[in-house]
């Protein structure tokens, strides 16, 4: 999987990786404070503990990744950055969702149920089982995070009240501040785009029976065969006298239908699109990034080292998620949800005070 396309993608993503996080960085103890807001404080030890946790799970998770000052100093070209300065960028602004959490759950009152209190318990008396002495596993938290049992238990208390404060606003059927009729009509309008495509292949294309149907191997997938030079050359010519006649007027439609009449069948009125979602082989970034960069009527032209592409941009119906269309926007409300969660956090994370030389202190390149 790659990390550029994977963590790009939307604010449901985003929030996902939250949720996939083993700890949160907040003890009182343990070294100079790094981050702090309206009385709520992570320290330097917390924090680099937190920060090893991510960088784990980063070099884990994506195959992109070597934990390895060459690929940590190599550069994301679509961004102009280096995967350390991405992903960097990630892991400090996560810890700095997690205080907004932590503080949001203060100013509602919030507890922590006894249910969960007794699981973080069971959890460390398991581990302490595991490790033979209560000892001998706080030697292995020393030696890998800096900590002691009593400060990992304070750390997965603080992890839990952000889990409580996300489900007191955001549960699906118990949040109260849950995305309205309004809200998610809005993000609609302000996040999608409505297209239709037609795609050459520059370098490989469908074989196809004697009937004319493109054949499918044994796990479902559509067989390629490697284009001649001269085959190249020709869905060159094809693609570009389709651009010009589509310019004057023709309608995307007729390529469409002729070439991939599945398509064409299944998604009659076109696609819906999130800008940096990712939507799988060939329907790539190249195709978002286009469609984003045009006006409803308008179309363009663009390719990839795979693909030639037309892409036409088309206004978007109303509400579409709720008609024949709906099984696109399965997750629009999760969307629109994760908007309003960046939008008040975001206003917790501009009050934030940090200490700039600490944080700078810990990066990809200096935590193990």
């Known amino acids: 999987m790659s990390l550029f396309r994977k963590i790009q993608s939307t604010a449901a993503l985003c929030l996902a990786l939250l949720f996939l996080v083993l700890s949160l960085a907040a003890c009182s103890d343990g070294g ?3 981050l702090s807001c309206d009385g709520v404080e992570f320290d330097e030890k917390a924090y680099a503990y937190w920060y090893i946790q991510l960088k784990d799970y980063y070099v884990s998770s994506y195959s992109d990744i070597e934990d390895t000052d060459e690929c940590w100093k190599s550069e994301i070209s679509d961004l102009g950055i280096t995967y350390g300065e991405f992903v960097d960028d990630k892991i400090r602004t996560q810890i700095r969702y997690y205080l907004a959490g932590n503080l949001l759950f203060k100013e509602y009152g919030l507890s922590v149920p006894k249910s969960v209190t007794a699981g973080i318990d069971e959890d460390i008396d398991d581990a302490i089982n595991s490790f033979g002495s209560r000892s001998a596993y706080d030697k292995y938290l020393e030696s890998k995070y800096g900590i002691d049992s009593k400060e990992y238990r304070t750390i997965k208390l603080m992890e839990q009240k952000y889990y409580l404060v996300y489900d007191y606003l955001y549960n ?11 809200e998610i009509d809005r993000y609609y309008q302000e996040n999608y785009a409505r297209i239709k495509y037609y795609m050459v292949r520059k370098n490989y294309d469908y074989e196809y029976d004697d009937d004319g149907n493109r054949v499918v191997d044994s796990s479902g997938k559509y067989v390629l065969v490697e284009l001649t030079d001269e085959q190249k050359a020709e869905n060159k010519k094809k693609i570009e006298d389709a651009y010009e006649k589509i310019q004057k007027g023709e309608s995307i439609d007729t390529y469409i239908k002729k070439d991939f009449p599945d398509e064409s069948k299944n998604y009659p009125n076109g696609y819906y699109v999130l800008q940096n979602e990712y939507y799988g082989y060939l329907f790539t970034s190249t195709v978002i990034n286009a469609a984003f960069e045009i006006e409803p009527g308008e179309v363009t032209f663009c390719e990839n080292e795979d693909a ?3 892409v036409q941009r088309l ?4 509400k579409a998620y709720e008609g024949s ?3 696109q926007f399965t997750d629009i409300a999760d ?5 309003k969660f960046e939008a008040r956090f975001a206003e917790i994370i501009e009050r934030i005070v940090a200490d700039d030389a600490l944080v700078e202190k810990y990066s990809v390149l200096t935590v193990d």
């Open 308 to 310: 030639y592409f037309i």
């Open 32 to 34: 100079g404070v790094v």
């Open 172 to 182: 699906s059927e118990t949040g109260i501040d849950l995305a309205t009729a309004e």
């Open 315 to 318: 206004t978007l119906a109303d």
């Open 325 to 327: 269309d709906k099984d």
């Open 335 to 339: 969307y629109a949800v994760g908007d």
